[in-house]
């Protein structure tokens, strides 16, 4: 069996992709192979293991903070852009792969760190990537060719359950600190349909309360829920809204899980692992997205046939076909059989819905709301303080690089 090295970024409790990159580490040992985590940062190394279990609930033997002092592997894995390169220098011979879960550099404005993180898929190291659409970039963009595996859900949690949908309702996964996630949008999408059905319920979640911002709409913010209560509220609600400008998240093939109909943009990103027959992928402008929930909200028998497309979907797609894939994927590598460039075809085949946003065609409501880019209010402060602001924030920078 194998011994592998996990470079895994500083841990964020409630992380999705943490859960995803341990949970593949974990069924490597299940398999009968060896993983050492190496944990970004410094900490008490005696803690390092009961971090991990405390906030995923996995138990490694072998953990240790920083990513100096690598011991000799058979395998090393690069879980984030920045750790590619400690993956490509690291001074013994081994198999070098990475384990994508977005194209993180689009999680930077372009500069250097957009082009770094681009340059990481250059490094020679061997992608295994959640979804399609990933694999399909590195190929068209790097001619890099890549392992995937689809998008599961953990079935003994996400499931129909037998409680029927009786409220006119739309939960909304809202993430103010993950721009990918478009969380203004969202809110203008339901801000406008609030105003046409006063009546629909609207349910915030994936987020503290205390940092929701400001909503001018009535809603219930229900915080950061367990997977259980998202299940609940999944068979609960009528609609769901899931909005990804990068890679997909896990929530939408959830959601698919317990029958919810659900709503994302019409974007490249998104036509690779999101199903035509379950979900409704809309023009990425507020009045579109509002305009494709009010069409699933007005029609009953469509939301019920996308409701058993997604059951029907995400039934061959269970967490231990994911984590077999990727067990299959390394058993490959080990025996030096590698993946090959190769074409990738759209699974999405539908236009987008489309609603016309101009002047005259939306509610005034929707217009006293444009959130503001948080640099505009930066620019409005006395120029003294924004000079002293600058220098404060060179000077804090300057010391997080020399440290």
Same mark, same amino acid.
């Given at each position: 069996?194998?011994?592998?090295?996990?470079?895994?970024?500083?841990?964020?409790?409630?992380?999705?992709?943490?859960?995803? @990159?341990?949970?593949?580490?974990?069924?490597?040992?299940?398999?009968?192979?060896?993983?050492?985590?190496?944990?970004?940062?410094?900490?008490?190394?005696?803690?390092?293991?009961?971090?991990?279990?405390?906030?995923?609930?996995?138990?490694?033997?072998?953990?240790?903070?920083?990513?100096?002092?690598?011991?000799?592997?058979?395998?090393?894995?690069?879980?984030?852009?920045?750790?590619?390169?400690?993956?490509?220098?690291?001074?013994?011979?081994?198999?070098?792969?990475?384990?994508?879960?977005?194209?993180?550099?689009?999680?930077?404005?372009?500069?250097?760190?957009?082009?770094?993180?681009?340059?990481?898929?250059?490094?020679?190291?061997?992608?295994?990537?959640?979804?399609?659409?990933?694999?399909?970039?590195?190929?068209?963009?790097?001619?890099?060719?890549?392992?995937?595996?689809?998008?599961?859900?953990?079935?003994?949690?996400?499931?129909?359950?037998?409680?029927?949908?009786?409220?006119?309702?739309?939960?909304?996964?809202y993430q103010l600190d993950k721009p990918r996630r478009c969380s203004h949008i969202g809110l203008e999408a339901l801000g406008i349909v609030k105003h046409r059905r006063p009546d629909v319920q609207i349910y915030l979640f994936g987020s503290s309360p205390q940092d929701k911002g400001h909503i001018w709409f009535e809603h219930q913010h229900?915080?950061?829920?367990?997977?259980?209560?998202?299940?609940?509220?999944?068979?609960?609600?009528?609609?769901? =809204?899931?909005?990804?400008?990068?890679?997909?998240?896990?929530?939408?093939?959830?959601?698919?899980?317990?029958?919810?109909?659900?709503?994302?943009?019409?974007?490249?990103?998104?036509?690779?692992?999101?199903?035509?027959?379950?979900?409704?992928?809309?023009?990425?402008?507020?009045?579109?997205?509002?305009?494709?929930?009010?069409?699933?909200?007005?029609?009953?028998?469509?939301?019920?046939? @996308?409701?058993?497309?997604?059951?029907?979907?995400?039934?061959?797609?269970?967490?231990?076909?994911?984590?077999?894939?990727?067990?299959?994927?390394?058993?490959?590598?080990?025996?030096?059989?590698?993946?090959?460039?190769?074409?990738?075809?759209? =699974?999405?085949?539908?236009?987008?819905?489309?609603?016309?946003?101009?002047?005259?065609?939306?509610?005034?409501?929707?217009?006293?709301?444009?959130?503001?880019?948080?640099?505009?209010?930066?620019?409005?402060?006395?120029?003294?303080?924004?000079?002293?602001?600058?220098?404060?924030?060179?000077?804090?920078?300057?010391?997080?690089?020399?440290?």
């Amino acid at each position: 069996m194998s011994h592998i090295a996990w470079f895994i970024p500083s841990l964020i409790q409630g992380s999705g992709g943490h859960r995803t @990159m341990l949970q593949h580490a974990y069924a490597m040992e299940q398999a009968g192979d060896t993983c050492h985590i190496y944990l970004e940062g410094s900490g008490d190394q005696k803690q390092a293991s009961q971090l991990i279990e405390r906030l995923f609930g996995y138990k490694f033997k072998y953990v240790s903070f920083g990513w100096q002092d690598i011991q000799t592997v058979d395998i090393a894995v690069a879980t984030i852009w920045y750790s590619a390169i400690i993956v490509r220098n690291l001074p013994f011979d081994c198999i070098r792969c990475y384990f994508v879960q977005d194209y993180e550099a689009m999680f930077n404005p372009m500069g250097d760190a957009y082009l770094l993180a681009e340059n990481s898929y250059r490094y020679g190291l061997i992608p295994i990537t959640i979804g399609r659409w990933l694999k399909h970039e590195l190929g068209k963009r790097f001619q890099v060719p890549a392992y995937h595996f689809d998008f599961g859900a953990d079935q003994n949690i996400y499931r129909p359950l037998e409680e029927k949908r009786h409220e006119q309702s739309i939960c909304f996964i809202y993430q103010l600190d993950k721009p990918r996630r478009c969380s203004h949008i969202g809110l203008e999408a339901l801000g406008i349909v609030k105003h046409r059905r006063p009546d629909v319920q609207i349910y915030l979640f994936g987020s503290s309360p205390q940092d929701k911002g400001h909503i001018w709409f009535e809603h219930q913010h229900l915080g950061l829920l367990s997977l259980e209560e998202c299940n609940s509220l999944y068979n609960r609600c009528t609609i769901g =809204l899931c909005l990804s400008s990068s890679n997909p998240s896990r929530i939408p093939f959830e959601m698919m899980a317990a029958g919810l109909p659900l709503v994302e943009l019409w974007r490249d990103n998104n036509f690779y692992d999101l199903p035509p027959e379950a979900v409704s992928l809309s023009d990425q402008t507020p009045e579109s997205l509002a305009e494709a929930m009010l069409l699933l909200l007005d029609n009953p028998e469509e939301r019920e046939r @996308m409701s058993q497309a997604g059951i029907e979907y995400m039934a061959v797609r269970t967490l231990q076909n994911e984590t077999d894939t990727v067990l299959e994927a390394f058993s490959k590598l080990k025996q030096g059989v590698f993946p090959q460039l190769e074409p990738d075809l759209p =699974l999405y085949n539908k236009p987008p819905i489309t609603a016309d946003c101009r002047r005259d065609s939306v509610p005034d409501l929707a217009y006293s709301h444009i959130p503001r880019p948080a640099y505009s209010r930066f620019q409005s402060l006395p120029l003294p303080l924004r000079n002293l602001l600058r220098r404060c924030y060179r000077k804090v920078r300057r010391f997080l690089m020399e440290g």
